[in-house]
């Protein structure tokens, strides 16, 4: 008989067949259980090693021994008339039938539950569009395949300049790179990532550099399958054209690959080299990569790069838009002059747009210097105009997202934007920290906090994300949990002056004046020449009754163009000092892009600042203009009572009490007091005990009620905080 026959006699295959099939559902079932008890990996790989190991001793036994009725016995000992190996075969047949039944019933079960659990996860932040459902894609971060550190930079910035030439393609949902780069050198598998970024299809690569050779691998993956839609490798010269050649393609390709619609601007667009300077090119790279992470030290040195980029290729359009965008976040992040850093933005800018006229880019960062600059109807253009060209580029609604929350009435636009930015980057930690704004500003709370806890796992150490935590502790009077959470955030970036600001201001509301006094002047030591720091300078001189050194610091460090927030705020305090005078310049500055005594301009002004508008009315009535001022207080109140509950949660937060005091009618503005009391936000008090304004209220018992409670909250928020000495007379 033949080797195979006997094989076969023997059931040697069969045994073998069925310890094959046997091993292969114990450890998918092992594998599913170990990873549900996160059981370690050498678990299941030790489990597999003796399933391998076993294999040899299972044909050797197979073929040396024999089960008989007497049991199991030496094949060379059995009669061959006597053996009964036919009768096991059949059984064995059925217990391969069976194992064969359970595999492939365990197969079907995980492929619809891993389906399901891809197509359930991967839905979006937001609903978009049904007929551009698969146009999705995550370009994860490329294999550095030289091995060599120092091309790394390079490696990572292909993957950012090929992410930026994909976004370009309208039809198609791009994420953004800073939710990609999370994945670098993850373990994690294609559909987990795709389920977590919300996208059908994923790209991976590769770069080899090589002296004046690259060699790029792509490949196309579709999350829902695991299948290959699209691969290719790409040998070239290294130079800064055929680089740009190469993204072109690929971008090409993967539109053609998943049916996307790509128009002849998009492809203009692709196509067009926006450099042909390596070593530019390269700066550039540089220099994107400090800004993302939003550290004054970093950026410097982004702002660096994106100059030497320049000073290399003068027509490189977008290391313009980079050197504008790192001066107007090095004006947020680092207390840059607010005049210079945003002359130097704008001519960065123009340079920008004289090279391309359609760099959606450079109409983003435009609309950030005409927000700043209080020419809002034209940044908000200026922001959708760069959705329209860059549609993928979440930073623009980001951008736009944020200046929207500044008016009230569009509260649900700022939201929608919002979710967008958060759908093209989801795992952006300054992105989630402006939709956590975007609930605490609806007086959405609960929301914003939760909101922010979530991301903070993911992103620990990130002080906007903490802010938000700051606002909402504040909103509900819990001032000593507020201070903890801004001690953290000194903890991990001790230059972040608004934590600072927001310290000074709790520490004077709980009347702690040396405390603060004590960080003041260490301010005034590291950071004395910012804008923020002369804000916390007016604010301690006004807690202080220093009437003198408040104006004289207004009239002194805000003589240039600031910000529309930094002159508001200065204007209350010039009010609390009653220089109405310099109050009322402040906020016509504030409002420099409207006439306030114009009724066509009342709502736009109060939706954007109702408290600063609700000051105008006072003071126009102050100055004898009593009339004006009646008129725009009723139109302000009523605005806030019947259009801002459609939008905002927070009805008694909008600055009423100062209308309703111009207008006479004591009895509203206690109601709006009580009710800040009743919710224990006492962050207006001081504004309460220091205007004019308030003074025909103070001795009404309404008044010295919520007085006392406030005093025995304040008792409770000193106590919580450590701060136990005895304090001086209430004001």
């Given amino acids: 008989m033949s080797l195979l026959g006997e094989l076969s006699r023997r059931n ?162 791009v994420i953004s790179r800073t939710s990609v780069m999370e994945y670098k050198d993850t373990t994690k598998k294609i559909p987990e990532i795709a389920a977590e970024l919300g996208v059908a299809t994923v790209l991976e690569g590769g770069v080899q550099r090589a002296g004046n050779q690259v060699r790029i691998n792509m490949q196309l993956i579709d999350a829902g399958t695991d299948d290959h839609l699209w691969a290719e490798i790409y040998d070239r010269e290294l130079t800064a054209e055929n680089l740009f050649e190469i993204q072109s393609e690929i971008s090409s390709a993967i539109a053609n690959a998943l049916h996307a619609t790509l128009t002849p601007e998009e492809q203009q667009r692709i196509d067009t080299a926006p450099t042909k300077n390596l070593d530019a090119l390269d700066a550039y790279m540089r220099g994107r990569q400090h800004l993302a992470t939003r550290e004054g030290r970093r950026l410097e040195l982004g702002l660096a790069e994106f100059e030497r980029a320049v000073q290399l290729d003068p027509n490189f359009a977008l290391a313009w838009v980079g050197v504008a965008d790192s001066h107007h976040l090095l004006l947020v992040y680092a207390g840059s002059p607010p005049q210079e850093s945003r002359s130097a933005a704008k001519a960065a800018l123009d340079k920008a747009l004289a090279l391309d006229p359609t760099l959606g880019e450079a109409h983003a960062s435009l609309g950030v210097y005409y927000n700043r600059t209080g020419d809002h109807a034209r940044g908000e253009a200026e922001l959708l105009k760069a959705t329209e060209l860059s549609p993928n580029y979440a930073t623009s609604y980001h951008w736009l997202s944020n200046a929207l929350l500044d008016n009230v009435l569009r509260l649900d636009d700022a939201r929608a934007y919002g979710l967008r930015s958060l759908e093209l980057d989801p795992r952006s930690a300054i992105i989630a920290a402006n939709m956590a704004l975007v609930y605490q500003t609806r007086g959405e709370y609960e929301e914003a906090e939760a909101f922010s806890r979530r991301m903070l796992d993911i992103h620990p150490n990130f002080p906007e994300l903490m802010i938000s935590l700051v606002n909402v502790s504040q909103a509900r009077g819990e001032i000593a949990e507020s201070l903890q959470h801004l001690e953290q955030i000194v903890e991990i970036d001790a230059g972040n002056l608004w934590s600072k600001f927001q310290q000074v201001a709790n520490l004077l509301l709980l009347r702690e004046s040396d405390a603060a006094q004590d960080l003041v002047r260490d301010l005034q030591n590291t950071a004395g020449e910012s804008t923020t720091v002369a804000l916390i300078e007016i604010m301690l001189a006004t807690s202080q009754g220093d009437a003198a050194r408040t104006t004289s610091l207004i009239e002194q460090r805000l003589a240039g163009r600031t910000f529309d927030y930094a002159d508001a705020f200065a204007a209350y ?18 409002f420099s892009d409207v006439d306030l005594e114009d009724p066509a301009n009342w709502q736009q002004m109060t939706a954007r600042n109702s408290t600063s508008t609700c000051l105008v009315s006072w003071l126009l009535i102050e100055s004898g203009d009593v009339e004006t001022g009646t008129e725009l207080a009723q139109q302000a109140v009523q605005i806030i009572e019947s259009e801002f509950p459609k939008y905002s949660k927070r009805p008694l937060e909008h ?36 205007l004019a304004l308030f003074e025909p209220i103070r001795s009404t018992p309404r008044y010295l009620a919520v007085r006392q409670d406030f005093e025995r909250w304040l008792a409770v928020e000193r106590q919580k905080a450590g701060f136990s000495r005895p304090v001086g007379a209430p004001l």
């Avoid at 891809?118 to 609903?127: D, F, G, L």
């Avoid at 305090?573 to 504030?590: E, Q």
């Avoid at 006479?664 to 206690?670: D, P, R, S, V, W």
């Fill in 655 to 690: 600055g009423q009490e100062v209308c309703y005091m111009a207008l006479g009618e004591h009895a509203k503005a206690l109601d709006v007091i009580e009710g800040l009391a009743a919710a224990n936000n006492y962050t207006t008090w001081e504004s309460f005990q220091r």
């Fill in 12 to 173: 040697v295959i069969r045994v073998s067949t069925a310890y094959v099939i046997a091993a292969w559902v114990v450890i998918q079932v092992a594998d599913l259980v170990l990873e549900n008890i996160e059981a370690p990996d050498w678990v299941i790989q030790t489990l597999m090693l003796l399933f391998a190991l076993g294999f040899p001793v299972v044909i050797i036994f197979s073929w040396a021994y024999e089960v008989t009725p007497d049991g199991i016995k030496k094949e060379s000992e059995i009669d061959r008339t006597a053996s009964i190996t036919h009768v096991t075969g059949r059984r064995l047949n059925h217990v391969i039938t069976g194992l064969l039944v359970v595999a492939l019933g365990y197969y079907v079960w995980e492929s619809r539950s891993s389906r399901s659990d891809v197509s359930q996860a991967a839905q979006p932040a937001i609903a978009a569009e049904a007929e551009v459902g698969d146009l999705s894609i995550a370009v994860l971060p490329f294999e550095n395949r030289s091995n060599r550190e120092e091309d790394q930079f390079f490696v990572d910035g292909m993957h950012d300049d090929l992410l930026t030439t994909i976004a370009k393609i309208g039809s198609m949902k």
């Fill in 573 to 590: 305090h010039a009010a609390m000092v009653d220089n109405n005078a310099l109050a009322m310049n402040l906020i016509r500055r504030s």
